[in-house]
């Protein structure tokens, strides 16, 4: 994995743009602390975030820089559906109502690798 700072017009690193690169060359836009939008290597596919793909103005530029298409083209493949609304940022420990239920989905997420006692 490969993490590097987005550059702005004048050449210098973005403090809290990123974007991360997977072993698989798929690519991820981090704005903060929130994915905003992945680019799946193998089909060129491009998933933006349901809840945070037109956050702010800041958001929305270095979105458009990572994909490089203008705003307005993002929005339209969203109306169009070319770009999915998916949960990027949904987490598989909110769902759970028991520690069991918690626990088991550490194990399938990890493939109950480590020290981890059932």
Known sequence: MYVSNMISNHGNKV???FVITTDNSD???QSYVSIIARRIDATDQVEL???KWDYSKTTSKYLARF???PCKE???KVKSGE???????ASPFNQSTTPTE??????RITGGSGNLIK
């Not at 770009?83 to 940022?89: G, I, Q, T």
């Open 15 to 17: 403090k809290d743009q």
């Open 27 to 29: 690519a991820y836009f």
């Open 49 to 51: 975030d349901v809840n």
């Open 67 to 69: 994909l490089g298409v």
């Open 74 to 76: 993002i929005k339209e």
């Open 83 to 89: 770009y999915p609304l998916v949960d990027l940022n």
């Open 102 to 107: 918690l626990t088991e989905k550490f194990i």
